[in-house]
């Protein structure tokens, strides 16, 4: 046996293996002969306390053997166990490498340290994100299956009896394919919240383990990180849509539109596995080589900043003073409303339900019109909003303005705020603190926002983390990029208006220039907004006329 385990023999040095031991490491539980101090002391990586080896203030708790009954003064690490002097002498670990089980244990104590961390930093927050992007995803299907039978119902409502059987068939294709949609969604809840739910137990045993000074449990400890590191497919889904057509009684089954299957995909590591083929995919609409002009509407504004659309017939505008105005395209005044306050609004947006928001920054508030009447959604404290938005869920995107000159963007539910975005991921602010700061959600979810005075559209993704920053075109514009406004089409594409320039700037999804609008008379394009055709409407801001422009 070797000498250095045998109960007769001197104690060593665990260094050298040679001297007698006359010094011992009490966080290293490491004995030490009088030439290895030095050499121990210079692992910078460690803490050290080294006493003389009588003034030692403990001897270490070695782990039972189970077998035995004796302490495992050793580790196995071919079996992976620690063992003791009788494991040793029957033979079962003869030829494996045997280590000192305190030093061993302290080692993999360091290890679990580090899942520990990587578990509670890392890994256990990836999975609450993937089961909050599940909430929103289930969130979003009510509104756009909503949209969906709402739009059969209105053409069913066109055509009369005569269709009824055929509505009723594709209503019912419509909740087939949300019961569909709605089943994969729960499943992958499911399996986020059972693998959640693991790596929480991970967490409350490493937690247990470390905080307990029975080594033992440290010494039985299999590390499962490797499994929580592999994150399960995640479920995309192609979102159907329907695409009616004009009527044409000849031709009924034809020409009532159809709609694109339901396409639930899974994605995993940069590939795409499809679970359920799509059977037609919904119409890509190509840019025009040259936009068109098609209505120009005269409003009352000397100074017109803002257009948002109520319907494809009717629009909002917002000017220099306290009044809102309603118009048709043909320019006929159909409503105007004067804020509560009598002072200025700022931002104006339309919920899903038809009702006008605006922002007052004076009085710091967010209102809401209903039924008639002015109400107050928000009040804010030390911070006054700019610009608003109505997002695919119902809720609002409201940018704003702190006294000490910050700027943010809100998410609110109702007069709950549920989101905060203000800072990247290095903790510098993500918008400057100028007050011009139009806002639009994009259909992927991005929240798009046109920073003038950091001359720059900013584009943060559903979770607030930046994505890219667009900063103009310097190779065709004559002036410095002057964004101001900002909205987004059917496509996920991105339009902002680049006052000084006179032109309108089209961006893909990813911040990708793609064409300028640039004909069309525009002259100091301010407001913007898309109908649900995808139609242009922009507001010239000296001359007070908003244009419709067709430009896919």
């Known amino acids: 046996m070797d000498p250095r385990y045998s109960a007769q023999d001197i104690l060593r040095c665990n260094l050298c293996e040679i001297h007698v031991v006359q010094s011992h490491c009490e966080l290293c539980q490491t004995n030490l002969c009088k030439s290895c101090v030095g050499e121990h002391l210079s692992d910078s990586t460690k803490k050290h306390r080294v006493v003389p080896y009588k003034e030692r203030t403990s001897t270490p708790n070695y782990p039972k053997c189970p077998a035995h009954s004796k302490n495992c003064e050793l580790y196995c690490e071919q ?28 080692s993999k104590t360091k290890d679990m340290e580090k899942e520990f961390k990587e578990l509670e930093t890392r890994i256990f927050p990836k999975y609450e994100e993937i089961a909050s992007g599940i909430k929103s995803k289930k969130d979003n299907l009510e509104t756009h299956y909503r949209k969906l039978t709402t739009a059969v119902t209105k053409q069913g409502e066109d055509w009369h009896r005569v269709i009824n059987i055929i509505v009723n068939k594709q209503k019912s294709e419509i909740d087939e394919m949300k019961t569909e949609h709605l089943a994969a969604l729960n499943k992958e809840e499911n399996e986020i919240t059972k693998i959640t739910a693991e790596v929480k137990q991970s967490i409350a045993d490493l937690k247990k383990i470390l905080g307990s000074t029975d080594i033992s449990l440290a010494s039985v400890y299999k590390p499962r990180n490797a499994k929580f590191k592999r994150l399960p497919p995640e479920i995309n889904v192609s979102l159907p849509s329907f695409s009616p057509h004009q009527i044409n009684t000849d031709q009924l089954h034809q020409m009532f539109g159809s709609l694109s299957a339901l396409s639930i995909t899974t994605e995993e590591h940069g590939y795409t596995i499809k679970t359920l083929e799509a059977v037609s995919c919904p119409p890509v609409k190509p840019l025009l080589d040259e936009p068109k002009l098609i209505t120009i509407i005269d409003t009352e504004h000397k100074y017109l900043h803002s257009v948002t659309c109520l319907s494809d017939e009717e629009i ?10 309603l118009y048709n395209l043909q320019g006929k005044l159909l409503k105007s409303i004067q804020t509560k306050s009598g002072n200025k609004p700022r931002g104006i947006a339309v919920t899903r339900s038809g ?4 922002t007052e920054p004076d009085t710091r508030t967010v209102n809401i ?31 704003m303005n ?28 993500l918008y400057s603190s100028g007050n011009i700061k139009y806002i639009s959600e994009n259909r992927n979810l991005d929240i798009c926002v046109a920073d003038n005075r950091a001359n720059a559209v900013v584009v943060v993704n559903q979770a607030g983390k930046l994505r890219f920053r667009y900063n103009g075109h310097p190779f065709t514009t004559k002036e410095e990029f002057d964004p101001l406004s900002i909205t987004t089409d059917s496509q996920s594409q991105i339009l902002t208006s680049d006052c000084k320039n006179n032109c309108i700037h089209i961006l893909d999804q990813d911040g990708q220039f793609l064409r300028y609008i640039d004909n069309c008379d525009l002259s100091y394009p301010w407001g913007l907004c898309v109908d649900t055709r995808d139609n242009l409407f922009v507001a010239e801001l000296n001359c007070g006329k908003v244009k419709k422009i067709k430009y896919m």
């Open 79 to 106: 079996c992976d166990i620690p063992v003791c002097s009788t494991c040793i002498s029957s033979g079962k670990h003869k030829g494996h490498h045997l280590s000192d089980v305190l030093q061993k244990i302290s």
């Open 316 to 325: 909002w505008t917002r000017g220099d003073d306290k009044i809102m105005k």
């Open 355 to 358: 009702d006008l928001v605006y």
């Open 369 to 399: 019109m209903k039924n008639k009447q002015i109400q107050e959604v928000i009040r804010l404290q030390g911070w006054k909003p700019r610009y608003v938005c109505s997002t695919s869920s119902g809720d609002l995107l409201v940018t």
């Open 402 to 429: 702190s006294d000490d000159e910050q700027s943010k963007v809100v998410r609110y539910s109702g007069s709950t705020e549920k989101q905060t975005i203000q800072f990247d991921s290095e903790g510098k602010p």
